[in-house]
Nanobody
Framework: QVDLVESGGGSVQAGGSLRLSCTIS????????MGWFRQSTGMEREGVAA???????SFADSVKGRFTISRDVAKNTLYLQMNSLKPEDSATYYC??????????????????????WGQGTLVTIFS
């Protein structure tokens, strides 16, 4: 069992920044792909950013140029730096990891159904 715990959510004014963190409790296999996903009320879950084992990244068009994904392998932590936040970025953000097979960052971004483990989510609220 792999546990993922997100933190860093909160309420900020539009134009502000937040950094989300996702800590993996332990794992026996190196995560091959990791990603951030979000879901707001009444909307489908969408991929926001993903990173693969080669540290290639992929982003949703709506966040390109504003969000950055990175990870610290030594700390077992995945990050999402969110800048220039907009009200439409408000959602619950989830981190997830896929450990069974090689997957590109783009595939991870678009393939949330293939993710093996999920965190509980952290709420982000952007007010204007």
């Amino acid at each position: 069992q792999v546990d993922l715990v997100e933190s860093g959510g909160g309420s900020v004014q539009a134009g502000g920044s937040l950094r989300l963190s996702c800590t993996i409790s332990e794992y026996t296999r190196t995560p091959m792909s990791m990603g951030w996903f979000r879901q707001s009320t009444g909307m489908e879950r969408e991929g926001v950013a993903a990173i693969d084992e080669d540290d290639d990244t992929s982003f949703a068009d709506s966040v390109k140029g504003r969000f950055t994904i990175s990870r610290d392998v030594a700390k077992n932590t995945l990050y999402l730096q969110m800048n220039s936040l907009k009200p439409e970025d408000s959602a619950t953000y989830y981190c997830a990891t896929q450990v069974r097979a090689r997957m590109t960052a783009y595939q991870a971004l678009k393939g949330s159904v293939f993710m093996d483990y999920w965190g509980q989510g952290t709420l982000v609220t952007i007010f204007s």
